[in-house]
């Protein structure tokens, strides 16, 4: 398997930010990923990375304008509010009368979510002229090897063979469970615990049911398995799903689910027909360049209209860098899901139309919200709400098959700039410390938020960042087509020193990243 070939670029300070409008107050790392593994990036993103195309970025959340703390809600205890619920009912009512109702809930206090990435212009300014030669490694150079380094090595992956086995189990259970402070950084671990005596019901468990409700619900999930359609390019069988949930539903009063909203067959005389598929696009399927052009006007119009871009701005040059390229190598292990994992497009087909796309990374852990564009004649459907709540209700049905993906990134969390606060009305969900990247309840995050924009999250004052960089000379670099550790690769050097650039590079992408990814060096 390829491994991941990246540009570190360094600092970005002083430019403009799209949240407050400052001038020149953000602040954020940058680097150019040639290529990446889906796992590489899941743990890029558990330390608060973020790509924007081929463009992988870290806000510096202790100089920054605006903090930019990274959001996840845990998909298989998602509880829709009422807000959301209007959302999906309105999105019912349409395509079964055409209702057009403009009304809009106060709580939706955005309509779509928009991520200014770091400025686009920055990103394309970064872009590599490296040639495709110089990033094939031909060998690897093992000097240097002492057999202490292959000893801990062994000792590392037995260690983290563990923990996956640990976390495997935790991860089943996800639903089960909410980030406790101080634990460590794997996206996946969850801790759960019980509650006080005389506090009331475990809210961590589900509650009591009839063993019958049990077995229809064993059943179904038997069915829906054997029906899944995350197939590349196919539509969502929303109509089969509906019967079976229809068929399945207890007469007990449990709330309805999302995906009693999402999957209830429409009646016989319905005016329309939504229709939603996951098309690949990098690589591009066919699906995905039969449908590129009329993907690309719709994000056009939504620039231009939602956004205020002038004409020449949303170009198809610009489209394709920012939410087309991607550096995710598709992988399709066995016990993943259906369509793989990697970088897609989850189009919205309204009567034969696309009228919005989510941009969506498949990883291993989750399923990783990148921009959502949508035709502006349907700003009515509130589409920004109801993609997010497909998209979570898409990661409960990949969790069917990679249990291990259970949780739904919705980017980042900017308490800072009241319209970027809406992501956390997706309950349950957490926050990333910045400073030890453990996951902590949103509940705890906000009143330390009130009072700073930047904030330490975990509680522990003895807490450090378990994955930090111990020892630059293991961190891998490709230079001359030659993989090697730098510690190799200092001593050949000519000419200035890069040390303190490869010590924040490790710094910023940890050292299990940095003895995986290859840092190349010219």
Known sequence: MRRAVVEYRGWKEGY???????????????????????????????????????????????????????????????????????????????????DVSKAVSEEEPMDSHVEDAVSCDFAHRSESHVSEAELTPLNEDHTDREEKEDEDKGEAKEEVNVKKTELGSLQICGDKGAAVPGEPSPSTKTVH??????????????????????????????LLQNQRCALEGSPL?????????????????????????????????ALHKLEVRVVRSSPPSSQFKATFQESYQVYKRYQMVIHKDPPDKPTIN?????????????????????????????????????????????????????????????????????????????TRQLHEKAPDLCFYYMGFYIHSCPKMRYKGQYRPSDLLCPETYVWTPIEQCLPLLELSKYSRFNQDAKAV?????????????????????????????????????????????GQTCSERMLLFRS
């Open 16 to 98: 403009r930010c799209g949240y407050c409008a400052s001038a020149h107050g953000k602040v954020s790392a940058g680097m150019w990923a040639h290529s990446m593994t889906v796992q590489d990036y899941q743990d890029l993103i558990d330390r608060g990375w973020r790509r924007s195309g081929k463009y992988v970025y870290k806000p510096i959340m202790n100089q920054t304008c605006c903090p930019q703390y990274t959001i996840r809600c845990q998909a298989l205890r998602f509880q829709s509010s009422k807000s959301h619920k209007k959302v999906l009912k309105k999105m019912l009512k349409f395509i079964s009368k055409g």
């Open 193 to 222: 615990a019980p509650p006080k005596p005389g506090k009331g019901a475990d809210l961590s468990k589900p509650p009591c049911r009839k063993a019958k409700d049990i077995r229809k619900e064993r059943k179904l999930q038997k």
């Open 237 to 269: 069988q929303a109509e089969h799903q509906a019967l079976l949930l229809q068929n399945s539903k207890s007469a007990t009063n449990q709330p309805k689910s999302i995906e009693d909203f999402i999957f209830v067959p429409p009646p016989d005389d």
């Open 318 to 394: 610009q489209f394709t860098r920012f939410l087309c390229d991607s550096p995710l190598e598709a992988e399709n292990p066995p016990n993943g899901p259906e369509c793989g994992y990697g970088s897609f497009h989850q189009q919205y087909w309204l009567d034969g139309k696309i009228i919005a796309v989510g941009v969506i990374d498949i990883l291993p852990y989750c399923v990783s919200s990148v921009y959502l564009y949508y035709d502006p004649d349907y700003s009515f459907l509130s589409l920004g709400v109801y993609s997010a709540l497909r998209e979570i209700a898409f």
């Open 465 to 509: 960042d378990e994955d930090r960089i111990k020892e630059l000379g293991r961190v891998r670099v490709l230079h001359k087509r030659t993989i090697m550790p730098y510690s190799v690769y200092k001593r050949r050097r000519k000419g200035p020193s890069d040390e303190a650039s490869v010590q924040q590079y490790a710094s910023l992408v």
